[in-house]
């Protein structure tokens, strides 16, 4: 089955950029999409299409794209954004949804 | 505002079959631009794909639980439902049912149901 991968664990301080990167092979055919999940909470939609953030979500979450990574960039890290995170995407089919491993935001 | 809901039993036996509903409320559990899905979480761990279905029934599923799930809708109670056979201690996690978004190719979790702990255990 597809893989997407992503670093188990990012840290960073307060005010400072945070950078998750999730790798796949489909990725340049694909759009992925990014969640945020606290703990005992279902995950949030933060990105979605690569890039677009839903309304709700703050401006210092956004995404981008780069052939076989995608990368979401934390800019001014808030203690509330520490968080576990994953990318999600579909294989090159579009039928097969794939999560990443997550990642854990940790700050400092 | 979509909600979802799960329901189902929290325990389950060893070998025994997880059996999972969800009730869709606030929007169309017929809309073309839909799929409706399972995706479960074992404790400390990521998130996992069981798969998706659509109004009309067509099925996606994962192919490492191919074998084990089944999934159903029922449009006239704007409900899907969850099989997973021959449960072991790997599948205790918490199953969340979701509205998946389909666009182009490919599909996203716009709504998520709050979740369900299922243990299995005798």
């Known amino acids: 089955s597809y893989e997407l991968t992503q670093p188990p664990s990012v840290s960073a301080s307060p005010g400072q950029t945070a950078r998750i990167t999730c790798s796949g092979d489909?990725?340049?055919?694909?759009?992925a999409y990014w969640y945020q999940q606290k703990p005992g909470q279902a995950p949030v939609l933060l990105i979605y299409?690569?890039?677009e953030r839903p309304s709700g979500i703050p401006e210092r979450f956004s995404g981008s794209s780069s052939g076989t990574i995608v990368t979401l960039t934390i800019s001014g890290v808030q203690a509330e954004d520490e968080a576990d995170y994953y990318c999600?995407?579909?294989?090159?089919?579009?039928?097969?949804?794939?999560f990443g491993g997550g990642t854990k935001l940790t700050v400092l | 505002q979509v909600q979802l809901q799960e329901s189902g039993p929290g325990l389950v036996k060893p070998s025994e079959t997880l059996s999972l509903t969800c009730t869709v409320s606030g929007g169309s559990i017929s809309s073309a631009s839909h799929y409706w899905g399972w995706i479960l979480q074992p404790p400390g761990k990521g998130l996992e794909w069981i798969g998706s279905i659509y109004f009309s029934g067509t099925t996606y599923y994962n192919p490492s639980l191919k074998s084990r799930v089944t999934m159903s809708v029922d449009t006239s109670k704007y409900q899907f439902s969850l099989r997973l056979t021959s449960v072991s201690a790997a599948d205790t996690a918490v199953y969340y049912c979701a509205r998946l978004r389909r666009i182009s190719s490919g599909y996203y979790v716009d709504y998520w149901g709050q979740g369900t702990l299922v243990t299995v255990s005798s």
């Open positions: 299409k690569d890039t």
């Open positions: 999600q995407s579909t294989d090159s089919s579009g039928a097969y949804v794939a």
């Open positions: 489909a990725l340049p055919k694909q759009y």
